[in-house]
C-alpha cells in the first residue's frame, strides 16, 4: 500500500514539475514586460521599459519608437498591446498581428516626464550599435543624460566594437556617467570616472559632478572638488570666447550697416538720417526676390541670397543717386537742414514700404547652406552668422580695392583730403558727390540682404541701426574705413561682454557713454584722415 503511495506521489511531483517546466519554458520575457503597459500606472511603463531593454528582444524598438510618438495602446480587459502605424492600422505588438477591429476600451500608453526620460535612454542604448556614427553619436549622448545603469552591457558592446574616435570618446562619457552614480561601484573606478566627465568639460558634466551625493568617500569628493574647479574654469573661458563671437558677429552687423556711410559721412559730410533705409531697401529686395523665386521657380532659392546681392546694391545705389540729385544737392553747407531733410526722408521711405508690403515683418527664408549651427570647442557658431562675417570682410575688402586701385576710388580720395583743390585739378565733384552717395546707399542695400538673415524684415528694420553706425563711423574716424572696421568690432565686442552684467539697454547706455568721452579726448575718432582741408 505504502508503494502504491509512494508511486503515485511520484507521478504527481513529476506531472508538477513537467507542467512548470512546460510553463517555464514558453515563458517570453518580452510579451511579460509588455503586460505593464496595460496598467495605465507610470511605475509599471517604467518598469516595462526597463524590462523591453533587458529581453534584447528584436522587436522591442518598433514599441518604443511607438510608445514615444503616443502610438502605443493598451487594453485593460483582455491584457494586449497595440502598435498603431502612420496610417492608423493597429498590430499586436506580442504576435505582430493586424488588429482589424481594436477593443473598445483601447487607450494610449501614459508618459510622464521620468518616463520620458527613460524611454529615451532606451532608444539611445538601442542606436548604440546602428551604422550611422552620427545616429551613435546622439545615442551615446542620450545615455550620459540619462545614466541608466541598464544602458551599460550594450555601452560595453558598443566600445569592444567602436572604430570612429568622436563616437568612442561619447562612449566611454556615458560609461563613465553610469559608473559615477552606481552605489555598486568602488572608490578607484569612480575617481576614474571623474577624470572622464572632468575632460568633457561641459556644463552637463558640471552639473553631474556637483550633484553627486555627500556621503562619498573623501578620497572621491576631493576628486569631485579639483574637477568642478577646473570645469568652472573652462566654462568661463568658453564663455568668454562665446560672448567675443557674439561680438564678432555684432561687429560684422555694424560694419556692413556703417561702412556706406562712413563713405557718404566722409566724403560729403552729409548727415544722412536716411541710410538706414536704404539698408531696408536692400532687405525688402531680397524678399521680392525670394517671393519670385518661390512662384516661378523654387529650385534656385539656394542661390536667392546670390542674386539678391547685385539687385540690392542697384536698387539702393539707383535710389541714393536720386536723393542726392533730388535733394541734397541743394543743402551742401547747411547741415541741420540736411539733417531734417534725410529724416523726414526715412519717414516717407518708410510709409512708402507699409503702403506697398504692409506693416508686418516679412519672411525671408535661410538658404539651406545658411541654416544649421555646428559646435567648436565649447562655443556654438550657427552658419548664417559665420557667412555674414565673411560677407562683411569680403565688402570691406572689395570698398577698399575700389579706392585704391580705380579712377573713381582715387578722385573720391582727393574730394575727400581736399575738395577745392580736386576742383581745380579739373575733378568733377558734383559727380564725385552723386556717384559717393549711390555707392555709400548700394553697400548699406546689400547690408539690407545680410539682415535680412538674422532680423525682421520690416519698414522699421534701419532705425534699428541707424544710431550704431554713426557711432561706428565716428568712433573709427570720419571717412576712413579702417576706423570704420575696428569701430565696428570693438563696439560689438564691448557690447556683448556688458550685456551679461548690464543687460542690454544699461549695456548700450554705457556704450554711449564711454563714446562720448572718449570723443572729448579725440574728436577726430581713433584714425583720424589726413589732408589739408581736414586738418583745417
Request: proline residues 4%; glycine residues 10%; contains cysteine.
Amino acid at each position: 500500500m505504502h508503494g502504491y503511495h509512494d508511486r503515485a506521489l511520484a507521478l504527481v511531483l513529476a506531472a508538477g514539475l513537467l507542467l512548470f517546466a512546460a510553463t517555464f519554458a514558453n515563458a517570453d520575457p518580452y510579451e511579460d514586460a509588455l503586460v505593464g503597459f496595460t496598467a495605465d500606472s507610470f511605475g509599471d511603463t517604467a518598469d516595462s521599459i526597463e524590462a523591453l531593454t533587458a529581453s534584447g528582444d528584436p522587436r522591442i524598438g518598433p514599441v518604443l519608437e511607438a510608445l514615444k510618438d503616443q502610438r502605443l495602446l493598451y487594453s485593460a480587459e483582455t491584457k494586449h498591446v497595440f502598435v498603431k502605424d502612420k496610417a492608423s492600422k493597429l498590430t499586436d505588438a506580442a504576435t505582430g498581428q493586424p488588429v482589424p477591429t481594436p477593443p473598445a476600451d483601447a487607450d494610449n500608453v501614459r508618459l510622464n516626464n521620468r518616463v520620458r526620460g527613460m524611454l529615451d535612454a532606451a532608444l539611445g542604448s538601442l542606436t548604440l550599435m546602428a551604422k550611422e556614427p552620427a545616429r551613435r553619436f546622439d545615442a551615446a549622448q542620450a545615455v550620459f543624460k540619462s545614466r541608466d545603469s541598464g544602458a551599460l552591457p550594450n555601452l560595453d558592446k558598443a566600445l569592444e566594437k567602436e572604430t570612429d574616435v568622436r563616437v568612442r570618446k561619447a562612449l566611454t562619457e556615458a560609461r563613465a556617467a553610469i559608473i559615477l552614480i552606481s552605489a555598486e561601484t568602488s572608490p578607484e573606478r569612480k575617481i576614474a570616472a571623474i577624470a572622464v566627465i572632468r575632460d568633457r568639460g561641459d556644463q552637463d558634466a558640471l552639473g553631474l559632478i556637483d550633484g553627486l551625493p555627500a556621503d562619498l568617500p573623501p578620497a572621491v569628493r576631493q576628486a569631485a572638488a579639483a574637477a568642478s574647479t577646473k570645469i568652472q574654469g573652462n566654462l568661463a573661458l568658453w564663455s568668454a570666447l562665446q560672448n567675443a563671437w557674439y561680438g564678432l558677429s555684432l561687429g560684422s552687423v555694424l560694419l556692413l550697416a556703417a561702412v556706406g556711410l562712413a563713405i557718404t559721412f566722409g566724403v560729403m559730410g552729409i548727415i544722412n538720417m536716411a541710410h538706414g533705409e536704404m539698408v531696408m531697401l536692400g532687405a525688402y529686395t531680397t524678399f521680392v526676390v525670394q517671393e519670385y523665386i518661390r512662384a516661378y521657380n523654387p529650385a534656385l532659392f539656394d542661390y536667392s541670397l546670390i542674386i539678391a546681392v547685385p539687385l540690392a546694391f542697384i536698387v539702393a545705389g539707383a535710389v541714393g543717386i536720386a536723393i542726392e540729385r533730388g535733394i541734397i544737392r541743394f543743402l551742401y553747407g547747411r547741415p541741420l537742414e540736411t539733417l531734417l531733410a534725410t529724416w523726414g526722408l526715412s519717414l516717407i521711405l518708410q510709409q512708402l514700404v507699409r503702403t506697398i508690403f504692409g506693416p508686418t515683418n516679412k519672411e525671408v527664408g535661410n538658404p539651406s547652406w545658411m541654416s544649421g549651427a555646428f559646435e567648436f570647442g565649447g562655443i556654438t557658431i550657427t552658419y548664417n552668422r559665420l557667412w555674414i562675417i565673411c560677407f562683411a570682410l569680403a565688402v570691406f575688402v572689395a570698398l577698399l580695392a575700389m579706392l585704391r586701385l580705380t579712377r573713381l576710388g582715387l578722385e573720391m580720395r582727393a574730394v575727400t583730403q581736399n575738395r577745392a583743390m580736386a576742383a581745380a585739378m579739373g575733378i568733377r565733384t558734383a559727380r564725385i558727390d552723386a556717384l559717393t552717395f549711390g555707392l555709400g546707399s548700394g553697400i548699406a542695400g546689400i547690408a539690407g540682404v545680410a539682415l535680412s538673415q538674422i532680423d525682421n524684415v520690416s519698414p522699421n528694420l534701419g532705425q534699428s541701426y541707424i544710431i550704431d553706425s554713426f557711432m561706428v563711423v565716428v568712433f573709427g574716424g570720419v571717412g576712413n574705413l579702417w576706423g570704420t572696421l575696428v569701430g565696428a568690432f570693438t563696439l560689438g565686442i564691448a557690447n556683448k561682454f556688458l550685456e551679461p552684467y548690464a543687460g542690454a539697454v544699461l549695456g548700450k547706455i554705457a556704450i554711449l557713454v564711454l563714446m562720448i568721452l572718449f570723443i572729448q579726448k579725440r574728436p577726430r575718432g581713433m584714425f583720424a584722415l589726413k589732408g589739408r582741408a581736414v586738418e583745417a
